[in-house]
């Protein structure tokens, strides 16, 4: 029954899932009255959800409203609309609006929509102060107290006849802003407002300006006055003129007036209400004069300009010549254009003040070298005194012959490297110009004090001599010549070449003669000869005038076996190294002789011993019927011997043999002495064939003695 009734309920329940069936057939959004809005208006933004359903059913609608991506209403409705009222929009307002809806589990999402309300409210300005004084400041505050931030505001201070000054402040975290205007020199009533601005998607929006706020200005002080006595337009050189500089102040702390000349601090005082300052008018008085007070931040300025009239004008140096030899008459005079009544004097300049010569107009004076420098005259009339022109006069002293040498020191350059020269003369008065020559070619000019230098980066084997310079200054004695330097010009050695007699074997105790040869390089060269063993060993050196030389080692000996070369040199400081040659000393030929001698000498006596052995084991054993039948058996036993020794009478040498013969061999060999141990063989093996009646015995022997290392 349980049973039953629960399968009734599962069909009822799928039969009522499947009649409640809908689907979004899409969702809107829009905005009244429009997606345009003047500020201040109400706005409404209305989502819509278009669904179909199977039946008549409800369905809970759940309205969500973004705007530019962010939350900002959300509501539950059985109904298919909904709305986002905004009483009072503001340009905050401005934005990308879009609405979602969801309900029994899906989901419908509108296109976006752009909403803009236009303008902003107006701002509100105030001011701390209704009335300044010239430096202080005014405090200024701008709200937009129905705005909401980031907002952007800006503040202007309007003088008359003047444009208006602005300052931008933006402020992302509220709706109002404030600044300070200082107070400047000039200033009278002043009038200040501000507006407010936005960034929205489609650009920028501004506010209206503010209400005008008006701020008085009083003045601490006025502006100085500025008076010269005489008239600024009626001054001569030689006049006193005087300067005076005041003002009206209210309250004297603090006040400080301040006199100068372009840039140049005159006179000053503090406390005070005027300032004089006075001076002998010079022509060089002319110009810009400034007037300053000052009290606290405030300051204030007169200018006035002073033309200075001259009294005479400044005089002239003449010299009779500005170059000369030294000894020679200089004549200097002074004079002043149309003008004679004055009183002169000559002097000459030098770093520790002027140095009088004459008080005269004219003066004539034989010079010598310390007399060159700057020469001047000067002129005063009625306490005014003005100064030349400066006159450069040298004095020369004529250049000693030049000395011209080698920087190394050395009068020798590597072919192909750079040569520098020095030219140097120990007298004459600078600047001096050197010219260097190269046989007849001049190579170089320089002008310097007393020496200077040439480098010729192209030696040649054809520079090797004729280089001399010359030297010149403004004397009159004119130009003196140095010595020729002759320069030696070194050639590197180029491709050693080694080689000997014999090449390859030598003997030992025979003469091998080295040669060392270079293909070219200047003498004298130095050849050394060397051995490579585990470190270079030089075994001969010899400096020779030639291309080449030889060098006999006399006595080789089997230690001289090994690696030769040589490496030549000269001068030019290069070493050049042969390709090196291998040397090996074997046996001589009659030392192979006396040694083949003696090893069959050697094998001969034992032979003979062993036959001698053999018949007297025989004889014993046949006992003394052998000796009665000794006469005839004799020849058989003979014949028998010789028919049986090419199975039976073979010898070897044994190893008692090889050992005393090695011992034989030492002995002998250490009794030569040092001389002959190089020369020991490695090992000797001799072969002894049957004896053959009818060839020589030595024809029958075979030896073979190694005597080089290679060889075993």
Known sequence: MYLALLVIFLQCSELYAQTNVFTFNKVEIRVQPSVKVKNGAPMSIICHADIS????????????????????????????????????????????????????????????????????????????????????????????PEEVPPLEFVFRKIKTNSAAKEKRVPEKNQNFSEVEFHVEEGDNILQFDCYGKRQVRSGSERSQYSNSTLVAVKEPFIKPKLITRPSSSNVTEGDQIEFECSTEVADMRGIEIIFQKNRTILNSVRDKKSLKYSTVATQEDSGEYLCKVEQGAVSKTTKLNVFVSELFPKPTLSASMTKLDENKDLKLRCSINGFQRANFSIVRKSPSGDILLKNSRELTIKVNVNDTGNYTCKAEVKGIVKESKRVRINVYAPVSKPVLSVASGSPEVVLGKPLQLICHSAMGTPPITFTFYKGDEIMKNVTNDTYATFLDEDTGLNDNG??????????????????????????????????SFPFGEVEIGSDTAFLCSVEEGSWPIDFKFFKKTDHEVLLHQVREYSNRTIWHKRTMKRKDTGTYYCVASNRASVDVKSRPITISVILAAWQKGVIAAFVLTAMAGAGAVALWWFLRKKKKAKGPSMEMSGSALAPNLTNEKLTRQPSDGNFYSGSGYIEDNENHMKSTDESKGPDLESAEVDYTEVEVSSLDPHRDSMENRHSRIYGHPDAT
Not at 467 to 496: E, F, L
């Open 53 to 144: 359903k199977n039946t008549d059913f409800q369905l809970k609608h759940n309205f969500t409203f973004l705007k530019d991506g962010k939350l900002v209403f959300m509501t539950v409705s059985d109904k298919e609309d909904a709305r986002y009222e905004i009483p009072v929009a503001r340009s905050a307002d401005t934005g990308e609006y879009e609405c979602m809806v969801q309900t029994g589990g899906k989901k419908g999402f509108s296109n976006p929509i752009d909403v803009w309300v236009a303008g902003m409210t107006k701002p509100i300005l105030t001011a701390n102060k209704k009335e300044v004084s010239e430096g202080e400041a005014v405090k200024l505050r701008c709200e937009l």
């Open 466 to 499: 004729g280089y001399k310079c010359d030297a010149r200054n403004n004397h009159s004695s004119g130009v003196k010549t140095s010595n020729i330097v002759n320069i030696t010009v070194i050639v590197p050695i180029r491709d050693a070449s080694f080689g």
